[in-house]
Nanobody, 114 residues
Framework: VQLQAFGGGLVQAGGSLRLSCAASGTSFSISLMGWYRQAPGKQRELVARITNAGTTDYTDSVKGRFTISRDNAKNTVYLQMNSLNSEDTAVYYC?????????WGQGTKVTVSS
């Protein structure tokens, strides 16, 4: 299974970015997909996750600003990030669990300039 993430970059504070991540190499239904992030000097943390039924979960710091969605037919998860601030600067990783095994994407860097 491979996860390939796109969409990171440099954005000014208050701006928006959209991340996407496509899973390939599996014929099994993917129940849970999510995004984590790791800022310099900090531990990796969950940002948001979504089930194949569309149930979502967000960390408190991004509620109201970030929206996670997915296209089950394409095994793709998206993260729309609005009102970005410097605290959102991090490497963002997509994540999924297939048949009890966890997979990670390669990470895409998001830098928010003030």
């Amino acid at each position: 299974v491979q996860l390939q993430a796109f969409g990171g970059g440099l954005v000014q504070a208050g701006g928006s970015l959209r991340l996407s991540c496509a899973a390939s190499g599996t014929s099994f239904s993917i129940s849970l997909m999510g995004w984590y992030r790791q800022a310099p000097g900090k531990q990796r943390e969950l940002v948001a996750r979504i089930t194949n039924a569309g149930t979502t979960d967000y960390t408190d710091s991004v509620k109201g600003r970030f929206t996670i969605s997915r296209d089950n037919a394409k095994n793709t998860v998206y993260l729309q990030m609005n009102s970005l601030n410097s605290e959102d600067t991090a490497v963002y990783y997509c994540n999924t669990i297939i048949r009890f095994k966890q997979y990670w994407g390669q990470g895409t860097k998001v830098t928010v300039s003030s």
